[in-house]
Every structure is written in C-alpha cells, then in structure tokens.
C-alpha cells in the first residue's frame, strides 16, 4: 500500500477563497482523523471519522470548516472562507478500526493563505 | 482534558550516546501510547506503538517504556547517529473519544 495519500502538498491562496484538501487513507482502514499543525499550538485535531461517520468534530475551529468522508477510501477538508491565520499544515491520518492499532499519517498539505 | 508534555523541549548530543526521551500525560485512561518520528517539512512516521497492557516496546535501537499509572512514557535510543536527527512526538489514545493527543515533541540534534 502506498499509505495515506493528500493533495495537494503545498496550496497558496488568496484570502477569501476556498480551499478544499484531500486524503485517500490505508486500504481496509476504517478511522480517519485530520490534524492541524503550526508552530504555536503543535498538532491539534480537527475532526475524527469512523466508519465514514463523523465521531467527534470538536476541533472544528468554527463554520468555515467543513469534512466529509463519502466513502472509505476519500476525505476532503474544505475552507471557505479562507483567512490568513488558517496558514498550517494539515495532516490526515488513518488506522484500523480497533484502537489497538497504530496511526499512520500523510505527508502533509502545507496551506498558505496570503 | 487529557495533556501531554514532553520534555527536553530540544536536546542536542554528540554521535553515539544513549538518550532518553519523556512523555507525560494527565489522565492514564488510554489504550495505547505512540512515538512519532517528524523530520523537517514531513509527515509522521510511526516508531513504536505501545498498549496499554505492555510495559515496554522495542525496535531495534529504540525501546520505549509505558507506565500507565504515573503517566510517564520513556522513549530510548541507543548509540545515537546523525541520522536520528529529528523531532520526537509521542501522542496517547484516550479510552474516550479516541482520538490521539499529542505532546509538542522533543527536537533532537545528533552531531557527528
């Protein structure tokens, strides 16, 4: 398996604009997770999917977020509107459905809002 | 609220010495417990994934320690190498929600 996948890598958008991020995760795999990262707060999770089902949205930082998970093998995040303190780089993550289980995370969408 | 911390918040050795790594968290409520590895401008790779039942993991140079009680996790790398360069995170599951909380990670500098 080639691990999770996220497209684009890197984005740079204008404020305002939407943007919309995507993760394919591990085959078979059955949690979902995506994560903010900046120098400030570290890693925080935004938003946590099981079995395609959103479980616990608490880090959404507010309406502008939005996550859907249509099927097991695609999750998109979008922003809209964008705003400059919205600069991070998001990390979605993937693991078996049991907890016992070890994460496996992407390599990032590094998100530039200018 | 579950917390994590890490501590040192940087460390800097020269090649070939053992070190050691802390990873504390506030509530021991967790199924398991992992160390990532972070290398600059990159994603997660996981080294070690600790349950909540085991007292240590190993990985060639690398064990980690659990002791859920205490809250304290120990992550070991033995003869450190230029390659080990990174920054170390460890992150625990909690038995509610689920989710992985993650420690600010120990940036760690191997001199040759």
């Known amino acids: 398996d080639a691990g999770v996948i996220q497209s684009p890598r890197h984005e740079v958008t204008e404020m305002g604009q939407e943007v919309t991020l995507r993760c394919k995760p591990i085959s078979g795999h059955n949690s979902l997770f995506w994560y903010r990262q900046t120098m400030m707060r570290g890693l925080e999770l935004l938003i946590y999917?099981?079995?395609?089902?959103?479980?616990?949205d608490s880090g959404m930082p507010e309406d502008r977020f939005s996550a859907k998970m249509p099927n097991a093998s695609f999750s998109t995040l979008k922003i809209q509107p964008s705003e400059p303190r919205d600069s991070a780089v998001y990390f979605c993550?993937?693991?078996?459905?049991?907890?016992?289980?070890?994460?496996?995370f992407g390599q990032g969408t590094r998100l530039t809002v200018v | 609220k579950q917390e994590v911390t890490q501590i040192p918040a940087a460390l800097s050795v020269p090649e070939g010495e053992n070190l050691v790594l802390n990873c504390s968290f506030t509530?021991?409520?967790?199924?398991?417990l992992q160390w990532f590895r972070q290398d600059p401008g990159k994603g997660l790779t996981s080294l070690l994934l600790?349950?909540?039942?085991?007292r240590e993991q190993t990985s060639g140079r690398l064990n980690a320690s659990l002791d859920k009680s205490s809250g304290r996790s120990t992550l070991y790398i033995a003869a450190s190498q230029p390659g080990d360069s990174a920054t170390y995170l460890c992150a625990v599951r909690n038995n509610y929600g689920q989710n992985f909380v993650f420690g600010p990670g120990t940036r760690l500098s191997v001199l040759p």
């Open positions: 509530d021991s409520a967790i199924y398991n």
């Open positions: 999917f099981n079995n395609n089902v959103p479980i616990d």
């Open positions: 600790i349950q909540s039942s085991q």
């Open positions: 993550a993937s693991s078996l459905e049991a907890v016992n289980t070890e994460a496996f």
